[in-house]
């Protein structure tokens, strides 16, 4: 038997109580991981990416490891939600335009101590200082610096189009205008290389491709390695005792880690490993989230239909942005219809074996992502499931 057929038959007998469709995290595998996640980045605490995880038990346990520390939200009002639940250091990494939630912020000393928002634009601070609505607590702010890798002279682009922030003497500007402004105070710097961290360098089937985004990301390194020091200096500089300094991703860990001008490093997809996480040389980790449909249909030999499972990511449209049928292995997508929305037929030899309402596993694209189509999330540990535990969608909170 496989590791994987070994799993299958763990998770069906885990679930044998339960009728699919169903998520589950498998918490050996999530624990493993994490452990991953904490040699990687050796010795540098680990700020947990909440997208990637979008469930407060889960963000609970990780946090409770050491070598972890802190939250990067998505939305100042998730930021806030998580505040009140006890968390007490939330960084919001995008800017916001929630005018609301910046009233809370700033009438509430509790959610001002433990919230850092993400500022790369001196409007927003116009935005935020407009929103205060008579709030006089202090605003923690964090500057956002752009990873992209720019050639020839910056017409060729390679890279998340995120802050407009590049070069040491723009930040120095902002971490000025943010020292001067009473209301605020500068406490952190942010640069996500999401070209290095986000992206597969060992594709399957493509070796020219990921040979090329191997030599991409070694040129990207060493540029932003050097840029990133330098900001960091000329910021410094500016503000003294700035807190933090993060950076990287699931994919870059180790590699951003090693730079001493960055303090910690942001992950989360590195937890629950989706699918989009399978092709890298830097680290390879065990799939710790799924989620299973139940075998309705027996159109044929060969074919066998589940109920939904069209659970597109998001992201440049493609075939790498579906879920994809892990477990039995040998499943495939009809391609003239590919994973619907209430029902997707399988084809394969393992259709043969599978009874109407047997489970099928599946991993998503990416991470989090998933708990948006589920409620709650099954726990396992070895062959039982040990809890029950709500997605950010089954306490009612949906933030994008």
Known sequence: MTARAADRSRYNRATAHLDAPIAVVDLDAFDANADDLVRRAAGKPIRVASKSVRCRALLERVLARPGFAGIMSFTLAESLWLARAGFGDVLLAYPSADRSAYAELAGDP?????????????????????????????IRVCLELDTSLQLLGGRVRIGALRSPLRSPAQLAELARSVVRRPGFRLVGLMAYEGHVAGVGDAVDGRPLRSRAVRLMQTVARRELAVRRAEVVRAVRAVAPDLEFVNGGGTGSVQHTAAESAVTEIAAGSGLYVPRLFDNYTSFTARPAALFAQPVVRRPGVGVVTVLGGGYPASGAAGADRLPVPYLPEGLRYDPQEGPGEVQTPLLGAPADDLLIGDKVWFRHAKAGE????????????????TATVPTYRGEGRTFL
């Open 110 to 138: 509790k959610l001002a101590a433990a919230v850092t928002v993400m500022v790369d634009d001196l409007a927003q601070l116009q935005l935020i200082d407009a929103a205060r609505a008579g709030g006089q607590e202090e």
């Open 370 to 385: 998933l708990c948006e189509r589920f409620d709650e999330l099954q726990l396992i540990e070895g062959d039982r499931v």
